[in-house]
């Protein structure tokens, strides 16, 4: 058996055609790469830059959010304890005032109490010097008409006052001491 040779003609090509193709193939090759080949790559480049540069940039405000969500965080927490607190300092102000308006009612109301014991005071020392001068008006009264004559009346009612400043005097409760 014999080595079966193609013949590249009987395939239906055209030897000297098929290099010049393969040449202007090259040819297209070398002026595509050197003309559309780099500026391709290095707009890839550039755009490859910038996706990443996006990236970064995303990543860094990923960051600087969650720093701000801290720090967003504490100033709430913060404002939330000074919130707190100011209740808390409300509260006691609160509970001072009220302390403060009742000893004040307490006080008010202990002047009340003592200025009204003046007053009953008063007025019952009043009412017995009324009742004295009465009693010393009726006793001289009683004695001129036993005596059937006519006396000093002031003398004899300075002479009662004494003895009823040194009788006993009426308490409190309306007896007298002895």
Do not use: C
Request: hydrophobic share 45%; aromatic share 2%; charged share 30%.
């Amino acid at each position: 058996m014999q080595p079966v040779l193609l013949d590249i003609s009987a395939l239906g090509f055209n030897l000297p055609a098929l290099i010049a193709q393969l040449i202007n193939f090259a040819l297209l090759l070398i002026i595509f790469r050197l003309i559309l080949y780099k500026p391709l790559l290095r707009m890839l480049d550039e755009r490859k830059q910038r996706i990443q540069e996006g990236l970064d940039a995303s990543d860094e405000a990923k960051r600087r959010l969650s720093q701000t969500e801290q720090e967003a965080a504490r100033e709430i927490e913060k404002a939330r304890q000074e919130g707190q607190g100011l209740i808390t300092q409300a509260q006691q102000i609160s509970a001072r005032i009220q302390e403060e308006a009742r000893q004040g009612a307490r006080t008010e109301a202990e002047q009340l109490l003592t200025r009204a014991r003046g007053e009953i005071q008063l007025e019952r020392d009043s009412a017995i010097a009324q009742l004295r001068r009465e009693f010393a008006d009726l006793t001289i009264t009683a004695a001129e008409r036993v005596i059937k004559e006519e006396l000093d009346a002031n003398k004899h009612r300075r002479l009662i006052e004494e003895v009823l400043a040194e009788a006993p005097s009426v308490g409190a409760d309306g007896a007298g001491r002895r």
